[in-house]
């Protein structure tokens, strides 16, 4: 049995990942390999993609437009995002590897009219930049309760490692 006290000292944090998670787009990661032929890859196939010596990437399509290239919600993780928000006793953010954010934040504001989440883009194309920041903020605030939810199995492993670093806290990863 949990007990009262246990449950009051829950300090939740809800994370979505953006891209593949939340809302699929046409933006493109270009690649021109070492033979100076050229690939381009969508958010699932870079998610998937394993760097040959000599690659060259342009991440411009997610790190510098500040719009979005034909969103579209993925329903079944837009209703937990939801539900996420409208329950005041957690937390909920939206935690990007994009670099500039105002396009996301226009398109939850603005067309969806959604508030009560906080944005935050790493600008970093790896799970490197999503675990510092979510280290810091569960140091910072004392979240010890945290379920993500992220298209990419590197990042969830990643993050769930944040475990064995920080005492005390349960982190659930969903797969999306
Ligand atoms: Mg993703």
Excluded: C, Q, W
């Excluded at 994009?98 to 398109?107: A, C, D, P, S, V």
């Excluded at 910072?140 to 475990?163: A, M, R």
Aim: glycine fraction near 4%; proline fraction near 2%.
């Amino acid at each position: 049995m949990i007990s009262l006290k246990e449950i009051l000292s829950i300090k939740k944090l809800n994370v979505f990942d953006f891209d593949g998670t939340l809302v699929n787009t046409d933006s493109k990661v270009y690649v021109t390999h070492s033979n100076a032929t050229k690939s381009k890859l969508d958010a699932d196939e870079f998610n998937k993609y394993k760097t040959k010596s000599g690659d060259k990437f342009d991440y411009s399509e997610f790190f510098d437009l500040d719009y979005l290239i034909n969103p579209k919600l993925i329903k079944s993780v837009f209703n937990k995002f939801k539900n996420s928000i409208r329950d005041k006793k957690s937390k909920t953010i939206i935690l990007t590897n994009r670099k500039n954010t105002i396009g996301i934040r226009n398109y939850f504001n603005k067309k969806l009219k959604l508030s009560g989440f906080d944005i935050i883009g790493t600008g970093i194309p790896n799970p490197s930049g999503k675990y510092n920041i979510l280290k810091s903020m569960i140091e910072k605030y004392g979240f010890n309760h945290i379920e993500i939810y992220d298209d990419s199995s590197s990042n969830l492993n990643v993050l769930k490692k944040l475990e064995n670093v920080i005492p005390n806290i349960t982190i659930n990863v969903h797969k999306v």
